[in-house]
């Protein structure tokens, strides 16, 4: 089945500095992957769609220079926390999109990297 | 707008019993997928079941059930027999078939299954 991993599972870090997290597709190519965060007890918040060798949409209310999204390849996309704050700790989750067929309109979630900014 | 409305924020149950989880969507669009996905404790996102619109037919699955109904734009999920291993929360989502795979997210029900 397809399999997206991410790295790293989880980090703590100290606030001002800036975190990278990575979304792998390990047996497929996704030319979409999308980037969630999710707070505790709530829901998934979609932040942006990020599409191979483009720029990341991002969603209304969702800061561009803070959350860069680079998406450099069909089965890799990162996201960079800039400059991180206590109020970014949070549950960032990816999900990689199949590029065609029966996978076309499903998404394939990543396990989810805890951040927690000190 | 498309929305996903998941009115039971938290249940809890006994083992054996069942228990069923409602989820009710908005959109004008004719073709869409539905979704129901399990979050544990450990956080990871596990695909149950995805659904198109064109297609109303009940699920079963084991323990796990799904009733599709357009008239009430309802996408019911069931388990029966619930098992302690249950426990978690479980999100409803719809997505359009012209957005670019874009999931809309239920607000999530936690399921406590007590032994």
């Known amino acids: 089945g397809a399999v997206v991993s991410q790295h790293p599972s989880w980090v703590i870090c100290k606030s001002g500095t800036s975190v990278k997290i990575e979304c792998r597709s390990l047996?497929?190519?996704?030319?979409?992957m999308f980037w969630y965060r999710q707070f505790p007890k709530q829901s998934l918040m979609l932040m942006a769609t990020?599409?191979?060798?483009?720029?990341?949409?991002?969603e209304q209310g969702v800061e561009k220079d803070k959350f860069l999204i680079n998406h450099a390849s069909l089965t890799l996309s990162t996201l960079t926390v800039t400059s991180a704050h206590p109020e970014d700790s949070s549950f960032y989750i990816c999900?990689?999109?199949?590029?065609?067929?029966?996978?076309?309109?499903?998404?394939?979630f990543g396990p989810g990297t805890r951040l927690t900014v000190l | 707008a498309q929305k996903v409305t998941q009115a039971q924020t938290e249940i809890s149950v006994v083992e054996k019993e069942d228990v069923t989880l409602d989820c009710v969507y908005e959109?004008?669009?004719?073709?869409?997928?539905l979704f129901w996905y399990k979050q544990p404790p450990s956080g990871e996102l596990v695909f149950l079941i995805r659904?198109?619109?064109?297609?109303?037919q009940n699920e079963i699955s084991g323990r796990y059930s799904w009733n599709f109904q357009k008239s009430t734009s309802s996408f019911n999920f069931t388990i029966t027999a619930s098992q302690v291993v249950d426990s978690a929360v479980y999100f409803c989502?719809?997505?359009?078939?012209?957005?670019?795979?874009?999931?809309?997210f239920g607000q999530g029900t936690e399921l406590s299954v007590k032994p």
């Open positions: 999900s990689a999109r199949g590029s065609s067929g029966r996978d076309y309109n499903e998404q394939f």
């Open positions: 047996d497929f190519q996704a030319t979409t």
């Open positions: 990020s599409n191979e060798g483009s720029k990341a949409t991002y």
């Open positions: 959109t004008r669009d004719t073709t869409y997928y």
């Open positions: 659904r198109n619109s064109f297609d109303e």
């Open positions: 989502a719809l997505t359009l078939y012209n957005q670019g795979g874009k999931l809309i």
